[in-house]
């Protein structure tokens, strides 16, 4: 004799259906969204014209209606403009002498092309017909270009990648003695190659 | 009488379904993390593109997102083909657009203001002439923080038709 009644089971062969509906509910109100993308900085609106910069200083980068890339005045498919953009930047063509010479540059020292990082400017401009695909496109080899030379500076000068830095950086765990550390290296890094995207207006 | 009794079937024995509760609990769980609410309804067609030197947008707070795209075909009818501003559920004309942006940033708390991000999703066969006028109308408002809000990718993608 059992001192106590049976408990009757209770049916858990519903349970699937009621999780479906659920996740049915969840598939349909919710999207993956994009949180991410290319950060720019857009240039104040100010009335005074900008310095003249000597013409070897600046990389013209054009994208007219047809979503053709001309860099430098000659028409260059698209996969070369990183190579380009990197050959620019990490030019370096001052002499040894001058007090802004650039040692940690690799480049070819042309006298043709940019003076050093800091002088160096990409000036793009696009065609109000341009598709923004190619646009972004166009954006984004830039910011590999230099991603790719402020990583080889971090890597030179603190053994990791400039890029592994700045996600450390946003990142939530990061404690903060840690990211006032990170962001003198990050500011260092970004002082060698600093980015001077120039987007010229149109008439 | 015969002596054996031939079994028509062999039960095959059942599969149990306990655990499928638990599998589609996984699942949900699974959508649940890595979706995020809608929180405005896409009245454009709004395919992002793709770039690979992406940064994520963290802080949700001070971010503004702005879409622009063709309306969608259900829109075709009373807004044309021509690639449209949309912000919150509106459309946006360009010369509302400077007003509606300071507004937005208006309704942040104040000490949020000065680091608004505003995002832009674009759709990739949108044409750079609105986004321009998008970005002059921004640096007349001093909105100067932008996103080009895009998915991670191979970004030779963007280019082919």
Known sequence: ?203 | MSKFKFKKTINTPEVSTASLPDIVFMLLFFFMTVTVMKDDTLKVINELPNATEIKKLEKKDRIITIYVGKPGLRYEKFFGTQPKIQIDDKFVSISDFGTTILAKINEKPEHLRPFITVSLKVDKTASMGLIDDVKQELRKIHALKINYTTYEGDTFINLGK
């Open chain 1, 1 to 203: 004799m059992s001192s106590r009644a049976e408990v009757p089971k209770v049916n858990a062969g519903s349970m699937a259906d009621i999780a479906f509906l659920l996740l049915i509910f969840f598939l349909v109100t919710t999207s993956i969204e994009t949180d991410a993308g290319l950060s720019r900085m857009l240039p104040r609106d100010s009335p005074t014209p900008p310095l003249p910069i000597q013409q070897r200083n600046i990389l013209p980068i054009l994208i007219n209606g047809e979503n053709e890339l001309m860099v430098n005045g000659e028409i260059v498919p698209m996969v070369n403009l990183k190579d380009l953009t990197i050959a620019f930047l990490d030019n370096g063509g001052l002499r040894s002498e001058a007090s802004d010479y650039c040692d940690y540059c690799k480049g070819e020292r042309s006298t043709t092309s940019s003076d050093n990082p800091e002088k160096a400017v990409v000036s793009l401009m696009s065609n109000r017909k341009t598709s923004y695909g190619t646009y972004i496109t166009v954006q984004n080899e830039l910011t590999a270009a230099y991603n790719a030379l402020r990583n080889r500076e971090a890597q030179r000068l603190y053994k990791v990648d400039f890029t592994a830095m700045e996600r450390l950086y946003s990142s939530k765990e990061t404690t903060a003695a840690y990211k006032a550390a990170l962001k003198k290296k990050i500011q260092t890094i970004q002082s060698l190659y600093p980015m001077k995207l120039s987007e010229a207006e149109r008439k």
